[in-house]
């Protein structure tokens, strides 16, 4: 029978001492301690991560059912879901600035373009055609910027019509350029009815690079109303001839059948974009307008053409500050230099803008009295820079000087008998 140890006497207990060996541990300095500590943390941390990693593909792999999904392209539908709603809230913030124009043009017959490229206005008809275009609001007061080609020379009975379906026709003419290589013109509604007009915001057109997502908005075949295409910048830079649409006869340039323009340094985009569509943004996903859809190529798909906005900003705050539409105006003729005319011509640069020599009396390099002429530039004078900025393939002197106004003086590289040198210049003006 056992004994209970509470009975048991002082004499019946006995005491076990055990006796512990002590482990000397050598005391580390300050700099030891800190490497541990330090080889501790990072040992922690790659631990976490290697959980967090298994946990994080493990959640991924599975949707809330517990089915089993590929995550990648769990990731991919994201993506598209995220693109398509924020085209979709381009489309409602941009489309509220874009307009449908309608005009009548008078022509005296109709004709087949023959060029590869075409602009977007559409037309109809010989004698008086419909034409319909596209046109973005720049202006709270109702200014608007569009293409030339959709309010030539001799168009009438001008209307647009807003986003939301209300048509307004007391719509003037502000002015159009008169300079071949610039399809640009302004209109302004006189009379809003009430509705309120938002202007579009505007963009930096020399931040984009090609690869960048763009959105195209116009009027479609001139009625299908803020049509929404969205696409890439293929490139930049591009010269072309652009002549008037298939069938769509005369009227768009206001001269004869077969006209045609040379149009250079645009934005070429494979967004979809047809007939219909000149004059309208083209948008970053920023919501900004970066271009102005211009031309299409007819002999190919989804091979379109935008003026850079920054092309025209010059233009276009002039307009808002004065209300009237005239070009700066430097007075000469010149040649866009590639490698190809600079060797043919034997030059030491490769782009600019050639005066060329000429014997002509009726068309000098150099017109008489003009800016140019007073400012000392000469016959074989190549144009290397406008304040700094060089011309290349995508910029053109014209397309620089356009950023200004009548009456800036702008700074010009000059390579003369292979000497560089600096020749500044108060611009003049021309009508638009």
Same mark, same amino acid.
């Given at each position: 029978?056992?004994?209970?140890?509470?009975?048991?006497?002082?004499?019946?207990?006995?005491?076990?001492?055990?006796?512990?060996?002590?482990?000397?541990?050598?005391?580390?300095?300050?700099?030891?301690?800190?490497?541990?500590?330090?080889?501790?943390?990072?040992?922690?941390?790659?631990?976490?991560?290697?959980?967090?990693?298994?946990?994080?593909?493990?959640?991924?792999?599975?949707?809330?059912?517990?089915?089993?999904?590929?995550?990648?392209?769990?990731?991919?539908?994201?993506?598209?879901?995220?693109?398509?709603?924020?085209?979709?809230?381009?489309?409602?913030?941009?489309?509220?600035?874009?307009?449908?124009?309608?005009?009548?043009?008078?022509?005296?017959?109709?004709?087949?373009?023959?060029?590869?490229? &075409?602009? =977007?206005?559409? +037309?109809?008809?010989?004698?008086?055609?419909?034409?319909? /275009?596209?046109? %973005?609001?720049? !202006? *709270?007061?109702?200014?608007?910027?569009?293409?030339?080609?959709?309010?030539?020379?001799?168009?009438?009975?001008?209307?647009?019509?807003?986003?939301?379906?209300?048509?307004?026709?007391?719509?003037?003419?502000?002015?159009?350029?008169?300079?071949?290589?610039?399809?640009?013109?302004?209109?302004?509604?006189?009379?809003?009815?009430?509705?309120?007009?938002?202007?579009?915001?505007?963009?930096?057109?020399?931040?984009?690079?090609?690869?960048?997502?763009?959105?195209?908005?116009?009027?479609?075949? &001139?009625? =299908?109303?803020? +049509?929404?295409?969205?696409?890439?910048?293929?490139?930049? /830079?591009?010269? %072309?001839?652009? !002549? *008037?649409s298939s069938g769509s006869g005369t009227g768009l340039f206001g001269s004869s059948a077969?006209?045609?323009?040379?149009?250079?340094?645009?934005?070429?985009?494979?967004?979809?974009?047809?007939?219909?569509?000149?004059?309208?943004?083209?948008?970053?996903?920023?919501?900004?307008?970066?271009?102005?859809?211009?031309?299409?190529?007819?002999?190919?798909?989804?091979?379109?053409?935008?003026?850079?906005?920054?092309?025209?900003?010059?233009?276009?705050?002039?307009?808002l500050k004065t209300g009237k539409f005239v070009l700066p105006y430097l007075g000469i003729?010149?040649?866009?230099?590639?490698?190809?005319?600079?060797?043919?011509?034997?030059? *030491?640069?490769?782009?600019?803008?050639?005066?060329?020599?000429?014997?002509?009396?009726?068309?000098?390099?150099?017109?008489?009295?003009?800016?140019?002429?007073?400012?000392?530039?000469?016959?074989?004078?190549?144009?290397?820079?406008?304040?700094?900025?060089?011309?290349?393939?995508?910029?053109?002197?014209?397309?620089?000087?356009?950023?200004?106004?009548?009456?800036?003086?702008?700074?010009?590289?000059?390579?003369?008998?292979?000497?560089y040198i600096n020749i500044n210049v108060k611009l003049g003006s021309i009508g638009g």
């Amino acid at each position: 029978m056992e004994k209970d140890s509470d009975n048991l006497t002082n004499k019946d207990k006995k005491t076990y001492t055990i006796t512990v060996p002590t482990i000397k541990v050598p005391k580390l300095k300050n700099e030891h301690r800190a490497k541990l500590r330090y080889l501790l943390i990072v040992i922690v941390f790659i631990l976490l991560g290697i959980l967090s990693g298994f946990g994080g593909a493990w959640l991924e792999s599975r949707n809330s059912s517990g089915t089993i999904i590929n995550g990648s392209l769990s990731n991919q539908k994201k993506i598209v879901t995220s693109d398509s709603q924020l085209i979709s809230e381009i489309a409602k913030t941009v489309g509220q600035s874009v307009v449908s124009i309608n005009d009548t043009i008078n022509s005296g017959g109709s004709s087949t373009s023959s060029s590869g490229f &075409g602009f =977007f206005g559409l +037309t109809q008809g010989p004698v008086q055609e419909q034409a319909a /275009g596209t046109g %973005i609001i720049i !202006s *709270s007061n109702g200014l608007i910027i569009t293409n030339r080609h959709v309010v030539p020379a001799g168009a009438s009975n001008v209307s647009v019509t807003l986003s939301n379906g209300v048509q307004l026709k007391n719509v003037s003419v502000v002015g159009r350029s008169s300079n071949p290589s610039l399809d640009i013109a302004f209109l302004k509604i006189n009379n809003a009815k009430g509705q309120k007009l938002v202007p579009a915001v505007i963009g930096n057109s020399s931040q984009m690079q090609v690869g960048d997502p763009v959105v195209a908005i116009g009027n479609a075949l &001139g009625q =299908f109303q803020n +049509t929404v295409t969205s696409g890439i910048i293929s490139g930049y /830079g591009r010269n %072309i001839t652009a !002549s *008037s649409s298939s069938g769509s006869g005369t009227g768009l340039f206001g001269s004869s059948a077969g006209s045609s323009e040379n149009l250079s340094d645009l934005f070429q985009t494979d967004a979809a974009i047809n007939e219909g569509n000149s004059g309208g943004p083209l948008v970053n996903l920023n919501g900004q307008v970066i271009g102005i859809n211009t031309a299409i190529a007819g002999n190919a798909q989804n091979i379109g053409f935008a003026i850079p906005i920054n092309d025209v900003k010059g233009l276009i705050s002039q307009v808002l500050k004065t209300g009237k539409f005239v070009l700066p105006y430097l007075g000469i003729r010149y040649i866009p230099l590639t490698p190809d005319v600079a060797n043919q011509y034997k030059l *030491s640069v490769q782009f600019g803008a050639f005066i060329a020599p000429t014997n002509s009396t009726s068309q000098p390099s150099i017109a008489s009295g003009s800016p140019a002429a007073n400012a000392g530039l000469q016959p074989g004078d190549v144009i290397t820079a406008v304040n700094g900025t060089k011309i290349n393939e995508s910029n053109s002197l014209d397309s620089l000087l356009y950023q200004y106004q009548p009456g800036d003086v702008v700074h010009l590289s000059v390579l003369r008998n292979n000497k560089y040198i600096n020749i500044n210049v108060k611009l003049g003006s021309i009508g638009g």
